[in-house]
């Protein structure tokens, strides 16, 4: 397959000017990147290959250049690498010198954190709306973006007691 729409994406506000046809066409260049390059290290194959469409639909809907969007764990993050403009270093994934498997705000602005402990997006998205709203910031907005493993961490029911 050739990576037709995915070599050209730079950023995700380019999937705001796609087509529905052209989505379908960008999940199928994501899984095929995902099979042809991560298939062969050790990686989060099935959670990052099962995000694929919602990752292209998060990035579609907001922005985040001024949004905030936390992966649990990171586990899941490929196809936001993917669609955030790392595509042509994206061989490089897991490997010394390379991208690193989690986000990483050294790569790009577009991860907000080293990701860590399962379970801790819930918590860190409400203390970035909390901060927004002692700072009287308002409009942006926080998607947290967890696997069902996490959801039964303390952490969570800790967060959403408090949301």
């Known amino acids: 397959m050739s990576f037709e729409i995915l070599s050209e994406l730079e950023s995700p506000a380019q999937l705001k000017e796609l087509s529905t046809a052209q989505q379908i066409q960008l999940a199928a260049e994501i899984r095929d990147a995902l099979l042809t390059i991560v298939s062969d290290r050790s990686a989060h194959f099935a959670s990052n290959l099962g995000v694929v469409e919602l990752c292209i639909a998060l990035h579609s809907v907001f922005d985040f250049s001024k949004d905030r969007l936390i992966w649990d764990t990171g586990h899941q993050v490929y196809p936001h690498k993917l669609v955030t403009g790392r595509f042509h270093q ?72 408090n949301a």
């Open 90 to 161: 994206f061989q490089t994934i897991r490997r010394r010198g390379g991208l690193m498997g989690y986000p990483n705000p050294e790569e790009s602005p577009y991860d907000l954190f080293v990701t860590g402990h399962a379970g801790s997006s819930v918590s860190t998205v409400l203390g970035l709306k909390t901060a927004d709203d002692l700072l009287f910031r308002d409009g942006r907005k926080s998607v947290a973006v967890i696997g069902d493993g996490a959801l039964p961490s303390g952490i969570v029911f800790e967060a959403m007691n």
